[in-house]
């Protein structure tokens, strides 16, 4: 067995990706180890999954005063001391300048509850439920990609998967799809690139 990938994770709430992880290293499907989670909000209940679980949870909120690059730099050399393979974007929900991005290339996954170039930023399940509403798309979907620059939700995809709209739908049950895809689609990109990682040189 090679050595387990390091993975940062980053997160701004809930955590429920964060947790697919977790459960995914912890019962072997990932050959890899949260070293650390780390969030812009205090009271993201992903701190506490992270405390639960065993690993370093840590607030690194924006300081008064600090620019973006500022915050960003500081947060790069925070993540750089964790000696990451991966930083994982998890509902991460703030965009990373090249301050950050500088320290990862090729190494910084994100997350994306739509499918490439349709909804970017935030509210994408709910504008999606929305455009349905008007009859403007049929289904929406989830993708998974790398982060290379500022671009919000965009860069080279990894993997998406299409999800359902149902007549009946709400909001909450298309919620609840989505996120239910999420968590499969991203431990299941993971688990690639990681084993891509063994053959890849850098
Ligand atoms: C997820 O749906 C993720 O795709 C989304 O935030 C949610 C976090 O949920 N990210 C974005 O919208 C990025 N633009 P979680 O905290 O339960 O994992």
Known sequence: MNTPSRLVVLISGNGSNLQAILDACK???LNAQVVSVVSNKADAYGLTRAKNAGVEAIHFPKLENESRNEYDARLADYVSTCLPDYVILAGWMRILTSSFLSHFPNRVVNLHPALPDTFPGTHAIERAFEAY?????????????????????????????VVAIHKEDTLETLETR??????????NTLKKILEEKVTRSY
Do not use: K, Y
């Open 178 to 187: 989505v996120h239910q895809t999420e968590h499969v689609l991203l431990v």
């Open 27 to 29: 019962c072997g499907e």
């Open 133 to 161: 509403q008007r009859g403007e798309i049929e289904h929406t979907g989830v993708m998974v990609h790398l982060v290379p620059d500022e671009g919000v939700d965009n860069g080279p995809v990894l993997a998406t998967e």
